[in-house]
T-cell receptor, first 116, second 109 residues
């Protein structure tokens, strides 16, 4: 099946700094990628839809100036958490749709962000 | 409103017992329904989808349009089935999933 990678797998940063998370589709092109946030033992919360070559679409309540998304190529989307605060600590997961017949989404392994 | 409801946060069963994880949805058109599973320390992965009508790892799920349900069932639970299960809906003409809140299944020895 299609593979989606994320980098880094975990990151610890100081409050006020910015952190960039990469999401790559390794063996397919993805015009659309999705960014989720997952709290411990809870569901995935869709943050935004990343569209190649255009602006991301953010879900209600998600600050677009805080969570910057760039989808510059068909295999790479980045999420930058700007001026991170401890409450931003979470597990961030991306996914991509391979565009096949069954609309399956392939998920990355996630990135654990800890803001001190 | 488009919504996926999984009423149980946690479901504990004994090994060999039947399992049913409930999923109800609200959608005005004809959605596609999926079950995704997340094993401990692994990424989320597709378990099954309603259009393929297949059985994966002994699990089946039937789409009941009258009851707007897509419950996941397995006749005999195994310990390795312990995981987090998410029901998801994909509306027509979109790639954006709507996930339920998930049910944690614990299969006890």
């Amino acid at each position: 099946g299609a593979v989606v990678s994320q980098h880094p797998s975990r990151v610890i940063c100081k409050s006020g700094t910015s952190v960039k998370i990469e999401c790559r589709s390794l063996d397919f092109q993805a015009t659309t990628m999705f960014w989720y946030r997952q709290f411990p033992k809870q569901s995935l919360m869709l943050m935004a839809t990343s569209n190649e070559g255009s602006k991301a679409t953010y879900e209600q309540g998600v600050e677009k100036d805080k969570f910057l998304i760039n989808h510059a190529s068909l295999t790479l989307s980045t999420l930058t958490v700007t001026s991170a605060h401890p409450e931003d600590s979470s597990f961030y997961i991306c996914s991509a749709n391979s565009g096949g017949n069954y609309n399956e989404q392939f998920f990355g392994p996630g990135t654990r962000l800890t803001v001190l | 409103a488009q919504r996926v409801t999984q009423p149980e946060k946690l479901l504990s069963v004994f090994k060999g017992a039947p399992v049913e994880l409930k999923c109800n949805y609200s959608y005005s058109g004809s959605p596609e329904l999926f079950w995704y599973v997340q094993y401990s320390r692994q990424r989320l992965q597709l378990l099954l989808r309603h259009i393929s009508r297949e059985s994966i790892k002994g699990f089946t799920a039937d789409l009941n349009k009258g009851e707007t349900s897509f419950h996941l069932k397995k006749p005999f639970a195994q310990e390795e089935d312990s995981a987090m299960y998410y029901c998801a809906l994909l509306g027509s003409g979109t790639y954006k999933y709507i996930f339920g809140t998930g049910t944690r299944l614990k299969v006890l020895a």
